[in-house]
T-cell receptor
Framework: SQQGEEDPQALSIQEGENATMNCSYK?????LQWYRQNSGRGLVHLIL?????REKHSGRLRVTLDTSKKSSSLLITASRAADTASYFC??????????????FGTGTRLQVTL | DAGVIQSPRHEVTEMGQEVTLRCKPI?????LFWYRQTMMRGLELLIY????????DSGMPEDRFSAKMPNASFSTLKIQPSEPRDSAVYFC????????????FGSGTQLSVL
């Protein structure tokens, strides 16, 4: 399978706490992206980490990548109710074609309560 | 830029009718993806194009589905004849630059086939 597998499937935390989501994949990659989808809306790109990077930050987001373990994690610090959404990881699969197939898993459903 | 534009936002049709979904990618983007999202199957990649050429259509469910990209600024996804099981949200996304760059999603078309 070329898609990432997110874990856990669902996560419920209180506002202010940190949320950690994990992603595993099976093939060699060029990069890995994380996306967010609020209920009933389109997906929004959060962050892209390249295969030669180990960690990347963007605001309250911290992403790690371990290519030896074929895994990534997304940490959201000081969560807010507005972070309630589904989160998806998308491995950018190495291939010899002109464009890469970007497929989505089932995601992690994050619920942040007040 | 207005982002990826999809039309219509909502479509309700009767079984057996032809349905055409439209997408205008972001100007300058050279890759375009069509996805379908349902509760049961999640977010499925149907087909994607690079420089207006279909690269992989292995996700197209059956011959009733067809997609075209006659030029860099327009793509269509057609279902003929439509069936109730085609009811879903259909998303279009585009990306620019080299392979595996981030996807920009449209707001989706909510299709209901009665």
């Amino acid at each position: 399978s070329q898609q990432g597998e997110e874990d856990p499937q669902a996560l419920s935390i209180q506002e202010g706490e940190n949320a950690t989501m994990n992603c595993s994949y099976k093939t060699s990659i060029n990069n890995l992206q994380w996306y967010r989808q609020n209920s009933g809306r389109g997906l929004v790109h959060l962050i892209l980490i390249r295969s030669n990077e180990r960690e990347k930050h963007s605001g309250r987001l911290r992403v790690t990548l371990d290519t030896s373990k074929k895994s990534s994690s997304l940490l959201i610090t000081a969560s807010r109710a507005a972070d309630t959404a589904s989160y998806f990881c998308v491995p950018g699969i190495i291939n010899t074609g002109t464009a890469s197939k970007l497929t989505f898993g089932t995601g992690t459903r994050l619920q942040v309560t007040l | 830029d207005a982002g990826v534009i999809q039309s219509p936002r909502h479509e309700v049709t009767e079984m057996g009718q032809e349905v055409t979904l439209r997408c205008k990618p972001i100007s300058g983007h050279n890759s375009l993806f069509w996805y379908r999202q349902t509760m049961m199957r999640g977010l499925e990649l149907l087909i994607y194009f690079n420089n207006n050429v279909p690269i992989d259509d292995s996700g197209m469910p059956e011959d009733r589905f067809s997609a075209k990209m006659p030029n860099a600024s327009f793509s269509t996804l057609k279902i003929q004849p439509s069936e109730p099981r085609d009811s879903a949200v259909y998303f279009c996304a585009s990306s620019s630059g080299t392979r595996n760059e981030k996807l920009f999603f449209g707001s989706g078309t909510q299709l209901s086939v009665l």
